[in-house]
Each structure stands twice: as structure tokens, then as C-alpha cells.
Nanobody, 118 residues
Framework: QVQLVESGGGLVQVGGSLRLSCAAS????????MGWFRQAPGKEREFVAR????????YYADSAQGRFTISRDGAKNTVYLQMNSLEPEDTAVYYC???????????WGQGTQVTVSS
């Protein structure tokens, strides 16, 4: 079993930055990819970014491109999401997820709240 624990959320003003972390523990950790998703109040969960764990390839939603950066630290089994130039529309609960075998995201964290005030 894999446990994912997010941290780093909080309240930030428009234009500010936050760095989210997601630490993985449990069984031997070598997933196909890790991703970040978010869910705003009254909206469906949406994809934000993902990173191929071994190759390091990244992919972003249009809303994140150019402002957010996903990265990973293999030694710490941790994935990060650096968020810059935050906007009120970025307010949401942010979740990290593991795609173990390129067959969909099968493990999810509990989420961390990000609130951007104007």
C-alpha cells in the first residue's frame, strides 16, 4: 500500500507563490508517474500537472503552463508543485496522485487547501 501526504498549502495573496510537497511512503516507490490535481468548490477535480518518475518528462494543463513547475526528488520519494503568480482562480484543494503502472491514478493523497486572496 502507498500513502501520499501533501503539505505546503495555505493562504496567499494574488501574485504570490507556494510550493506544495507530496511525500510517498509504503511499498517500494517507483511509479510510472506522479500527478497534481485540484478541485475548486462546486467544480469537478481537474488535472494540473504530471511528471514521469524515471524520465522526468513533465506535462501541464493550460492553466498551469508557465506559472507552475512540477518536480521530484527520488531520494526523498517526494513530488513538488511550485506555484507562482497565483490567481484567485487557483483557489482549490490540491491533491497529488500516483500512476503506478501507466494505467491511471490509483493512489491519492488527502489534499491540501490553497487559497488565493485578491
Amino acid at each position: 500500500q502507498v500513502q501520499l501526504v501533501e503539505s505546503g498549502g495555505g493562504l496567499v495573496q494574488v501574485g504570490g507563490s507556494l510550493r506544495l510537497s507530496c511525500a510517498a511512503s509504503g511499498r517500494t516507490f517507483s511509479p510510472y508517474a506522479m500527478g497534481w490535481f485540484r478541485q475548486a468548490p462546486g467544480k469537478e477535480r481537474e488535472f494540473v500537472a504530471r511528471i514521469r518518475w524515471n524520465a522526468g518528462n513533465t506535462y501541464y494543463a493550460d492553466s498551469a503552463q508557465g506559472r507552475f513547475t512540477i518536480s521530484r526528488d527520488g531520494a526523498k520519494n517526494t513530488v513538488y508543485l511550485q506555484m507562482n503568480s497565483l490567481e484567485p482562480e487557483d483557489t482549490a484543494v490540491y491533491y497529488c496522485a500516483q500512476n503506478s503502472r501507466n494505467s491511471g491514478y490509483d493512489y491519492w493523497g488527502q489534499g491540501t487547501q490553497v487559497t488565493v486572496s485578491s
